[in-house]
């Protein structure tokens, strides 16, 4: 009898092992169940928090396109604006041209009518060269009447 209380022990304490062992086994397995949950759950949030970050993200490069087009489209305009003014510039600058050659030549025309001078700027410089040929032999002439005098 002791024989099979021992043995009967043996197992009580072999079944109580391995309850032991499959309780400590199941805690595990359940703290790391929680452990892989929580990881989960922190994961998935971070995931969700990223996902919104790159939604406000995109938003804003969307809106920064639309300022960049809207800016590219006011140069544009400006770089059109700015050609027809240079165009209309230049048109009036080659009108007003046109007009001053024509008074200068009319003027010309009327002042050699007028005065016989068909250009007044050259008969102006010959004038000016002449009088200075004058000038020179009159004082020629003072220097020698003054040495004439002076004898």
Same mark, same amino acid.
């Given at each position: 009898? *002791?024989?099979? /209380?021992? &043995?009967?022990?043996? =197992?009580? +304490? $072999? !079944?109580?092992? @391995? ?41 804003? *490069?969307?809106? /920064?396109? &639309?300022?960049?087009? =809207?800016? +590219? $489209? !006011?140069?544009? @305009? ?74």
């Amino acid at each position: 009898m *002791v024989a099979t /209380l021992q &043995g009967q022990l043996d =197992e009580v +304490q $072999r !079944r109580e092992t @391995a309850l032991k062992a499959r309780e400590r086994h199941d805690a595990v397995v359940s703290s790391l169940k929680s452990r892989h949950e929580a990881e989960i759950q922190a994961l998935e949030s971070e995931l969700d928090r990223q996902r919104k970050a790159a939604a406000r993200l995109e938003t804003e *490069v969307d809106s /920064l396109r &639309g300022r960049v087009s =809207e800016a +590219q $489209r !006011r140069h544009d @305009a400006i770089l059109v604006e700015t050609s027809n003014e240079k165009d209309r510039l230049h048109s009036e600058l080659a009108e007003k041209q046109r007009q001053l050659a024509q008074a200068v030549s009319a003027n010309r025309a009327m002042v050699a009518a007028e005065t016989g001078i068909a250009d007044p700027v050259k008969e102006i410089c010959e004038l000016k060269s002449h009088l200075a040929a004058v000038t020179l032999e009159r004082n020629e002439l003072k220097k020698r009447a003054n040495d004439l005098t002076v004898r």
